[in-house]
């Protein structure tokens, strides 16, 4: 069975946060059972009816009023604090830093269609790829997010020409990449040692002619559906999928990735889908270019290559002969002997950069933080200098808030060639603020204060009683800290040092009427153990 140490890391790679009962679970059944059973539950898709009931609420004080921007950030912290289906919603989230659609552009009434969009990711994520693609790609948050809803063949006569940059991002980014790659994910050469492309401009321009004629669903084709007209808009249309309109698809033959769709008598929006989205789903280039980022996403920056080839092999075929099965995926990429080995894990070259709202909910989860108003009430933490320099859902562009092979300039990583995705959001700004934010979590508590910003504290308070109750006695405040948020405990040098800032804190004498004072001195040593291992390389890097 699996050490303390060996659940931790499986619960920090696979959940929001490791927490007792979760590790003591993992311990009892074992990893393979533990995921297993995760792979099982049911999915928790409350995104949107959340979304539409505070909609509701807001239109009974104006009739046009739409929930605040904050309710989707809400609704995420919520779910990723306390769903049962930890493994899901976490997939769900490395999901969305693939599949990116922003808040950053959906907001308002199009709010909607990101909660249900986030809703599908979460349905899909145990299903199969191929089904999860056609969804993305036909998803009313992506068409407005990238811009191929009412997307109109071209004409001869004007020189319009179809919007092209959904065709591009599908390939790029949602399917297949830049390069023609090896099962490890390593990238084809040509004669001349460069790259060889897995598409061209052409094939963009097919592509584009395929993702003609979709827009709004609705029980009709209607040319003012299509367009948006007033009075022809369904009332769920933020959460269906976009539908094919005859008369606005391309007809005549459309070329792309070696096959296409010939010319059709009658435009047939749904048949060029079905073509484009099995050649996208059968390229060989999907299961090392999406199995990669998953691994990022999950356990480790930079996998090795036989890694990246044994989860890309379980997407080619699932072991009965199935593709695309992500629940098979996700579990090669967590029971892998890279994810799973204690010895690998201490190879410096291995892990990855804890994103920052992974650190937040490692916290909040693993101390027990309970919401004062029920539902969670979190904002916006985009500020780089006193927040986190990220908001769930809310990538400033469709390249997620950092690349999949980004590699910091200069430096050691550099010099090896290592990607460090989450190096890209960080900077001396970003590090300070992430300081900032957490000097504060600790001290008032994490979210809005209250539905109307009334509330005598932020929303989210964690239970630090445990630690504060073993300030008199340091060696056992720094083991129950540190158990809470390190798989392994802690190095000498952060031990040492966090000791001495503990025992910096004086807890005065009992005397007449010091009691509140012994209990502030109490509190900072808590708060000072704390606050060093939130911030130490050990809990801010995944091992």
Not at 59 to 77: G, H, P, Q, R, T
Not at 134 to 158: C, E, F, W
Not at 392 to 406: M, Q
């Amino acid at each position: 069975m699996p050490t303390r140490a060996d659940a931790f890391r499986l619960a920090t790679q696979a959940t929001f946060g490791p927490t007792e009962p979760v590790i003591a679970q993992i311990q009892t059944v074992g990893a393979p059972a533990w995921v297993d059973a995760q792979l099982a539950l049911p999915a928790t898709t409350t995104h949107l009816p959340r979304w539409r009931a505070a909609t509701a609420k807001a239109k009974l004080l104006d009739a046009k009023a739409v929930a605040s921007s904050n309710e989707l950030i809400s609704s995420f912290y919520e779910r990723a604090l306390n769903a049962d289906d930890q493994l899901r919603q976490r997939a769900a989230f490395a999901l969305s830093q693939i599949f990116v659609v922003s808040q950053a552009e959906l907001g308002e009434e199009r709010a909607e269609a990101l909660a249900d969009y986030q809703d599908m990711l979460a349905r899909n994520a145990f299903g199969n790829f191929r089904t999860l693609l056609q969804d993305v790609s036909m998803h009313p948050a992506m068409g407005l997010y990238l811009s191929h809803i009412k997307n109109r063949k071209g004409d001869p006569l004007t020189g319009r020409q179809p919007d092209q940059n959904f065709a591009r991002e599908v390939m790029q980014l949602f399917s297949i990449g830049l390069y023609q790659l090896r099962p490890d994910g390593s990238v084809v050469l040509d004669g001349a040692g460069k790259p060889v492309e897995s598409y061209s401009a052409d094939d963009i321009v097919g592509l584009s002619q395929v993702f003609t004629g979709f827009s709004w669903g609705g029980p009709d084709q209607q040319n003012q559906r299509f367009w948006g007209s007033p009075g022809y808009l369904d009332a769920n249309r933020y959460a269906m999928p976009m539908q094919g309109y005859s008369r606005f698809h391309e007809q005549g033959a459309k070329s792309f990735l070696g096959t296409g769709v010939a010319a059709q008598g009658v435009a047939d929006p749904a048949a060029s889908l079905k073509v484009a989205m099995d050649t996208l789903f059968n390229h060989p280039n999907v299961g090392p270019f999406i199995g990669r980022q998953l691994i990022q996403r999950l356990v480790t920056s930079h996998p090795s290559p036989a890694y990246v080839s044994r989860v890309a092999g379980v997407f080619d075929n699932n072991g009965l002969g199935v593709r695309g099965d992500m629940k098979a995926v996700f579990r090669a990429v967590l029971l892998d002997e890279e994810a799973r080995s204690a010895t690998v894990a201490q190879d410096e070259r291995y892990g990855k950069l804890r994103e920052p709202v992974l650190r937040l909910t490692a916290y909040l989860r693993a101390f027990g933080a309970k919401s004062d108003s029920g539902v969670v009430l979190m904002g916006n933490t985009d500020d780089v200098t006193t927040q986190l320099s990220q908001t769930p859902w809310r990538s400033p562009s469709v390249f997620n808030f950092y690349r999949p092979g980004y590699v910091p300039p200069g430096g050691e990583a550099a010099a090896l060639g290592l990607t460090l995705p989450e190096m890209q959001i960080t900077s001396e700004g970003s590090t300070a603020g992430y300081v900032n934010y957490m000097l504060l979590a600790l001290e008032r508590g994490v979210g809005l204060k209250g539905a109307d910003g009334k509330a005598t504290r932020p929303d989210l308070q964690a239970d630090i009683s445990a630690a504060i109750a073993l300030a008199d006695r340091p060696e056992a405040l720094l083991a129950h800290v540190h158990s809470r948020l390190l798989p392994g405990g802690a190095s000498a040098t952060l031990s040492n040092e966090t000791l001495a800032a503990i025992n910096s804190v004086t807890i005065p004498a009992p005397k007449n009427n010091n009691t509140a004072a012994i209990e502030s001195a109490k509190r900072n040593r808590a708060l000072t153990a704390l606050a060093l291992t939130l911030v130490s390389p050990e809990f801010i890097v995944q091992k």
